[in-house]
């Protein structure tokens, strides 16, 4: 139990490095778009798209980072007025909610990939990249965040 807790909060911290990774990268896109657009008087064509979709997997990829952080916003006004059982059973009955979310989450985003993926979607753009590849993050960040409930439930 010990190791699965712990290999758990491990992946998840290289999943919130890679969301820092990831929006350091969209920062630094959107550095090279506006000097590209303004400074050299260029269109651009794949950098906002980048950005969107970089975006969003650092949010889906950082969540299971977050949870480990207790970073998620919470109302703990009715948990601090409790102690002891009660307060323990609250927990527990708001992390399988949580979890339960997030694994709706996590299959219908499943969902929605393996479409993109078998028809062979593209993004409706000049860039026009596959679209299973954005869409990637959704699913593998609700299953880690699913995964990061789990190890909270047997903390």
Same mark, same amino acid.
Request: net charge positive; glycine share 8%.
């Given at each position: 139990?010990?190791s699965?807790?712990?290999a758990?909060?491990t992946v998840?911290? #290289? =999943?919130?490095a890679?969301?820092?990774?990831l ?14 657009r #303004?400074?050299?008087g260029?269109?651009? $064509?794949?950098?906002?798209e980048?950005?969107? #979709?970089?975006t969003?997997?650092?949010t889906? *990829? ?7 952080l207790?970073g998620h916003v ?7 007025l409790?102690y002891?059982?009660p307060a323990?059973?609250?927990k527990?009955i708001a992390a399988? *909610?949580s979890?339960?979310f =997030?694994?709706?989450?996590? #299959?219908?985003?499943?969902?929605f990939w393996?479409?993109?993926?078998s ?6 753009? $000049?860039?026009?990249i596959?679209l299973? *590849?954005?869409?990637?993050p959704?699913p593998a960040?609700? *299953?880690?965040?699913?995964i990061q409930y ?6």
């Amino acid at each position: 139990m010990q190791s699965f807790i712990r290999a758990s909060d491990t992946v998840s911290r #290289y =999943c919130g490095a890679l969301s820092m990774l990831l929006l350091a990268a969209a920062v630094l896109v959107v550095s090279q778009m506006v000097f590209v657009r #303004y400074v050299l008087g260029h269109s651009t $064509v794949w950098q906002t798209e980048f950005v969107i #979709y970089a975006t969003m997997a650092a949010t889906f *990829i950082g969540a299971p980072y977050v949870l480990l952080l207790r970073g998620h916003v919470g109302v703990d006004l009715l948990p601090n007025l409790l102690y002891g059982v009660p307060a323990r059973a609250l927990k527990i009955i708001a992390a399988l *909610i949580s979890l339960g979310f =997030c694994g709706l989450v996590a #299959y219908s985003a499943g969902h929605f990939w393996y479409e993109a993926f078998s028809r062979g979607w593209r993004t409706e753009t $000049v860039w026009a990249i596959p679209l299973w *590849i954005p869409l990637l993050p959704l699913p593998a960040g609700m *299953i880690m965040t699913c995964i990061q409930y789990v190890a909270e439930l047997m903390k």
